[in-house]
């Protein structure tokens, strides 16, 4: 049992590191945060799809890479909230409906494209509106969850029974 609980934290904490570190590419190239945000990391979303320690991993590397990216507090807790949001539906989607893998990168999109743009509105005061923010974060979401996470998504599933057993 205890070496079933240290693989478990394990691979959470590595997927947090992950996340982190693929923000912090993003961010390298200016794409982590703004109207339009294409994380890289956000394609790890899907990870849920496979296994329960995701959702904390994630939880976890989205609150540090805010917090490392320099983000307001209030985007630190209200955009880790969404990414938590995405990737306990992302499980509970997956445990329901596991031959529709399609599914696995829709609650993260809509998660974000629902939450953040209020942060961008409301926390950081850009210039636009909330329908703006939605298109533009959509946009950010499709490509990271929708395209990345899928491409990411289909190479693991030829290795999920070695990778998340």
């Known amino acids: 049992m205890k070496k079933t609980n240290t693989k478990m934290i ?16 993003a961010n390298a190239f200016g794409l982590a945060n703004y109207a339009i945000q294409v994380r890289f990391s956000e394609s790890l979303t899907i990870l849920p799809y496979f296994t329960p320690v995701a959702v904390p991993g994630l939880f976890v590397g989205c609150i540090l890479s805010n917090i490392l990216t ?59 509106s909330i329908p703006y923010f939605m298109l533009t974060v959509g946009i950010g979401e499709i490509i990271s969850c929708g395209i990345l996470g899928m491409v990411l998504l289909n190479a693991l599933c030829k290795r999920k029974e070695k990778l998340f057993k």
């Open 70 to 128: 320099g983000a307001m507090p209030l985007d630190v807790v209200f955009g880790s909230l969404a990414t938590l949001i995405g990737a306990v539906l992302t499980r509970v989607f997956a445990l329901k409906y596991p031959e529709k893998k399609w599914i696995a990168p829709l609650p993260p999109i809509v998660a974000n494209t629902i939450v953040v743009p209020f942060v961008l509105a409301y926390v950081y005061k850009f210039d636009g």
């Open 10 to 25: 394990t691979m959470g904490a590595a997927i947090a590191a992950l996340y982190v570190v693929l923000t912090l590419i």
